[in-house]
């Protein structure tokens, strides 16, 4: 139980770790940098880059879904604290995870041809269909795709000592 214990304070980090990432201005527009609902677009493009990360990597099954739960329900309290009802929260929520869900499958299928390198990428398409607030494209793409060649790269050890992401968007 210790071991579960010391893994999800790992995840949890991981999971802030993943939030800080998603505030850094290299890559956006920063005339909207206040704006929450930005911020949880690039939160879940950061968090779709983990996820296909750790399951590129085998991480256990668990641990993934550890992550996607906690996701879930900040999903929930930012709902509620924004003035949302319980009584229509599931609908919301279930919408925002089905959008969730579709941006991941897409993604990771992205991500899964970028390390294919013989494959032509559609990364600035996807990038163009699920951004709804301004967002420099080219940037984006480039720091997806670096991150990518890097997470392929990244020993599952480094991963779990929060080796990953820096300042320079990689």
């Given at each position: 139980?210790?071991f ?13 770790k ?35 990360y ?14 996607i ?6 999903l929930e309290s930012?709902?509620?604290?924004s ?20 941006r ?14 013989d494959?032509?990428?559609n ?17 984006l ?24 992401f ?5």
């Open positions: 139980m210790i579960l214990n010391s893994k999800h304070k790992k995840l949890d980090n991981i999971y802030i993943i939030g800080e990432q998603s505030k850094q201005s290299f890559y956006f527009n920063k005339n909207i940098t206040s704006d929450i609902n930005f911020f949880v677009e690039l939160f879940q493009t950061n968090f779709i880059l983990i996820l296909w750790m399951k590129h990597k085998n991480v256990k099954k668990k641990f993934i879904d550890y992550l739960k906690k996701f879930v329900k900040d930012s709902v509620i604290e003035g949302g009802s319980e009584t229509s929260l599931k609908k919301k929520i279930r919408t925002i995870i089905e959008n969730f869900y579709g991941l499958y897409s993604y990771s299928l992205e991500f899964d041809t970028l390390i294919n390198e494959k032509k990428s990364l600035k398409k996807i990038i163009k269909k699920n951004f709804k607030y301004p967002v420099d494209v080219n940037l793409e480039n720091y997806l795709k670096q991150n990518v060649l890097y997470f392929k790269e990244l020993k599952v050890d480094d991963f779990w000592r929060l080796e990953f820096n300042k320079n968007g990689n």
